[in-house]
């Protein structure tokens, strides 16, 4: 009975449909899964249905894009009410933000690649990221995949980066338990990240209403995760495990790293929804 409780679907930087997601997920023999789109909940209905259809159990979430102590956080949210006014309005700001940021990177872009930007610019798509650059950069030949794209031209250092604009951890972490949710530290110790979540940081968070630590990540560095473990277990906090499934975005494997039915209980039952 293990969950994977961190994918993305075509719905933000994914490359499956939550349909196809819910059918792999049976395929490598999950008993659940949580659909953890950035900054949207748009697939949580096609998800649910498709979920039902193959006998699995769904788990709503998503992923928050924030900041704390200059430090980018993502920040997963369970099982929260999506109808919730204060919460739906802070993501269309961050849609919004994610839209007007990929339309000044392409401008950048568009001085030393040319390609098809147009029709990205114009794809309805939910939540618009770095990912789908590196797809127009990977179709026009430029780059072999998403990963090659990034270490050339779409890292933070690189000439053609713009920050997207965030919330606080801080204000996400409230926001999410006013909308009846369970707030999620994501993969802090991930490698990308060059150093890991500063863990006397944990302690105020979890304070503020912080409910759990995603220690297994197929991105977490074992070192670095070891001591974050011992931190989040000392404050009793939830620790889930999760593959940040990506499709064929990412190496990342679906159900490669997982969370028991003891901690999907766990985290349903901090979870407060009114609809
Ligand atoms: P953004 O939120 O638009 O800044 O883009 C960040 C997203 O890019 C995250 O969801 C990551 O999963 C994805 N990402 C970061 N590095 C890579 C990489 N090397 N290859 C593929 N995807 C990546
Ligand atoms: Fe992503
Ligand atoms: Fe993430
Ligand atoms: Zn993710």
Redesign the pocket.
Known sequence: MRYDLHT?STC??GTTTPTELAEEALAVGLAGFSLTD?DTTSGWAEARVAASTFGLDFLPGM?L?TTHEYR?V?LLAYGFDDGDAALQGRLVMLRDA?RE??HEMVRRLRADFTADWNTLLESDTAS???????DVLVQGGFFR???H???EA?SPRGPYYVP?ETLSTREAIGLVRAAGGVPVLAHPAAE?MRSPFDLTLLAPLAEAGLAGVETAHPENRPEWITPIHAEAQRLGLLTTGAS?Y?GT??PNRLGECTSSAEIVAAIRAESHTKR
């Open positions: 993305h933000s930087d950035h992923e894009t980018s993502h994610r940021r990929a618009l990221g770095r990912p789908h650059l590196a995949d998403r990963s794209a990034f270490e779409l997207t990308r940040d990506h975005g990412k």
